[in-house]
């Protein structure tokens, strides 16, 4: 292992303790490559500067993300700008086209203006279908569930908020998937 990396699973192991100067000297070490990367996939220095606060601020708030042995904090980390720097443009992207839609004031041509209300209410729908799924989940499967999708927490999280491996974790996550999988896509 090189002496970098040694430092960084230091620098994390004091993070993961709530140690702010280990914070401080891994956003000293990474801001610069993880801003850098951001800029290469936004192109634009305000995103840019955004994703690498939204990156840091999610390691500050779950340092257990990081698993050492998957492989270097280094990484880790830069993967992690990576995917928010593309969800980043995907969002703007999304923005500038809604954006685009309501300034447009002309009729649409093509495009039928009751599909969006029509899409709008299956959504509703939907989301009942699924809550009235999660009710039927047993309530240790249905609180992983809880956890991962609404509360955004890892697998390792949820271990250790339940006190429970992780292996139980994932077993209970993937028998409520398949469950919920059967109520939600039954054949009519």
Same mark, same amino acid.
């Given at each position: 292992?090189?002496?970098?990396?040694?430092l960084?699973?230091?620098?994390?192991?004091r993070?993961?303790?709530?140690?702010?100067?280990?914070?401080?000297?891994?956003?000293?070490?990474?801001?610069?490559?993880?801003?850098?990367?951001?800029?290469r996939?936004?192109?634009?220095?305000?995103?840019?500067?955004?994703v690498?606060?939204?990156?840091?601020?999610?390691?500050?708030?779950?340092?257990?993300?990081?698993?050492?042995?998957?492989?270097?904090?280094?990484?880790?980390?830069?993967?992690?700008?990576?995917? &928010?720097?593309?969800?980043?443009?995907?969002?703007?992207?999304?923005?500038?086209?809604r954006?685009e839609?309501?300034?447009n004031?002309?009729?649409?041509?093509?495009?039928?203006?009751?599909?969006?209300i029509?899409?709008?209410?299956?959504?509703?729908?939907?989301?009942?279908?699924?809550?009235?799924?999660?009710q039927?989940?047993?309530?240790?499967?249905?609180?992983?569930?809880?956890?991962?999708?609404?509360?955004?927490?890892?697998?390792? &999280?949820?271990a250790?908020?339940?006190?429970?491996?992780?292996?139980?974790?994932?077993?209970?996550?993937?028998?409520?998937m398949?469950?919920? &999988?059967?109520?939600?896509?039954?054949?009519?």
């Open positions: 292992m090189h002496e970098e990396d040694r960084d699973l230091e620098l994390h192991r993070l993961g303790s709530g140690d702010r100067a280990a914070f401080e000297d891994l956003y000293r070490r990474y801001a610069p490559p993880a801003y850098a990367l951001a800029l996939v936004t192109g634009q220095d305000a995103l840019a500067q955004e690498v606060h939204d990156s840091f601020l999610a390691l500050w708030r779950t340092p257990e993300a990081y698993d050492a042995a998957r492989g270097p904090f280094r990484t880790f980390f830069l993967s992690l700008v990576h995917h &928010r720097a593309v969800d980043a443009v995907r969002r703007e992207e999304r923005l500038r086209k954006a839609r309501a300034s004031l002309e009729p649409r041509t093509g495009e039928d203006v009751a599909d969006e029509v899409e709008d209410a299956y959504l509703v729908e939907r989301r009942r279908e699924i809550r009235e799924a999660l039927t989940l047993p309530p240790d499967q249905r609180r992983v569930v809880e956890l991962a999708y609404f509360g955004g927490y890892t697998q390792a &999280r949820i250790e908020e339940l006190g429970i491996p992780v292996g139980t974790v994932k077993t209970r996550t993937l028998a409520a398949r469950k919920l &999988r059967r109520a939600l896509y039954r054949e009519d």
